[in-house]
Structures are given as C-alpha cells and as structure tokens.
C-alpha cells in the first residue's frame, strides 16, 4: 500500500488567495484525520470524518477553512483567504477502527507558506 | 488544547545511552500512543497502551502508564543515532470519540 498521499509537498502562496490541500487515504480506512503543526501550537486536530462524515469541526479555526470528503478515497482541505498566520504544515491521518489499535497512519505532510 | 505535555521538551544522549521521555496528560483515557517524527516527515506509530495497562514492551522501546498520576514514559534502551527524532505523546480520552489529542513532543538527539 502507498499510504495516505497529500498533495502539495509545499505551497507557497499570498495573503488572500484560495488554498487547497488534497489527501488519499489508505484503501480500507474509514476515519480521516486532519492536524496542523506549528512551532508554537504544536498539534491540532482541525475536523475528522467517519465514512466520509465529517464526526468533529471543532477544531476547525474559523469560517475560512472548510474541509470536505466526497467519497472514501478523497478528502480536501480548503482556505480562502488565506491569511500569514494559517503557515504551518498540514497533515492528513486516516485509520480503520476494526483493528481495534487505534493507530493513525499519517501523510508526509503539506507545508503551507503564506507571504 | 493540548492534552498532553511531555517532559523535556529536549534531550541530548550518546549513542549506546537510554533515553526517558514522560507524558502527563489531564482527562481520563482509553489508550494512549506514542509516536515518532523524523526531521521533515510524518508522524510514525511507535506503540498503544490500554488504560488497563502499565507497560508495555516493543523491541528496544519500554513504555509504562500510571492512569493514577495521568502520566506516561516511554524508555528507548541503547539508544541509536537513527533514533533522532521527536517523540509525540497521544491520548484517546474517555469519551472523546475516537480522536487523538497529542502532546508537545520531546526532541531527542543521539549523538556519536
């Protein structure tokens, strides 16, 4: 398997432009996760889904994040505008609760750079 | 917030040496994990401790938990210098819906 796959690597963008990061989970997984990690506030749960419900937003900063997940292969995570405070790197996280593990298996990340 | 603070947030070693890092953390859990970041990477999945347990053994990695004192620690014996990394606590809470909330991580660097 090619694990959860996010996209992009790095974005490098201006204050007020649309922001969106993509995420493939593992095939079979029906939870996804997505975090935001800064130096200052570590790591933050932003929403997470179950079977392509979103279970918990409340994580989610403000109205200008949305996050979406279509079906079980795809989910985004959308900013607009964006502002220089949303820099950080995004991490997408999926995992199957029947394995009774609790584990998370996470992307490699997408490191967000609002000028 | 974060759940879980571990304890120290930086800690420098010599290769062959054990590492100790600790986790405290505020609410009643189900289990709790630890996980590892590399420089630049994801977070990787290193071990899951039940509430109803106290420690647990994976290879070279020792972990115990203390629900009584809302703590943890995770033991590295002969410590490698591939096992710079930074090490990130996670707690399922008690009713918390199958989410994990994880601590401020510890900065491990082994040295030469």
């Known amino acids: 398997d090619a694990g959860v796959i996010q996209s992009p690597r790095h974005e490098v963008t201006e204050m007020g432009q649309e922001v969106t990061l993509r995420c493939k989970p593992i095939?079979?997984?029906?939870?996804l996760f997505w975090y935001r990690q800064t130096m200052m506030r570590g790591l933050e749960l932003l929403i997470y889904?179950?079977?392509?419900?979103?279970?918990?937003d409340s994580g989610m900063p403000e109205d200008r994040f949305s996050a979406k997940m279509p079906n079980a292969s795809f989910s985004t995570l959308k900013i607009q505008p964006s502002e220089p405070r949303d820099s950080a790197v995004y991490f997408c996280?999926?995992?199957?609760?029947?394995?009774?593990?609790?584990?998370?298996?996470f992307g490699e990340g997408s490191r967000l750079t609002v000028l | 917030s974060q759940q879980g603070e571990e304890d120290p947030q930086a800690l420098s070693i010599q290769e062959g040496e054990n590492a100790t890092m600790n986790c405290s953390y505020k609410t009643s859990i189900n289990n709790l994990q630890w996980y590892r970041q590399n420089s630049g990477r994801g977070l990787v999945h290193l071990i899951l401790i039940r509430s109803n347990e106290r420690e647990k053994h994976s290879g070279r990695l020792r972990v115990t938990l203390d629900t009584s004192k809302k703590s943890s620690s995770l033991l590295i014996t002969a410590s490698r210098a591939a096992d710079t990394a930074s090490y990130f606590c996670a707690t399922d809470a008690w009713g918390g819906g199958n989410k994990l909330t994880f601590g401020t991580g510890t900065q491990l660097k082994v040295e030469l």
């Open positions: 996280a999926s995992s199957h609760l029947a394995l009774d593990t609790g584990e998370l298996f």
């Open positions: 095939s079979g997984h029906d939870y």
């Open positions: 889904f179950n079977n392509n419900v979103p279970i918990d």
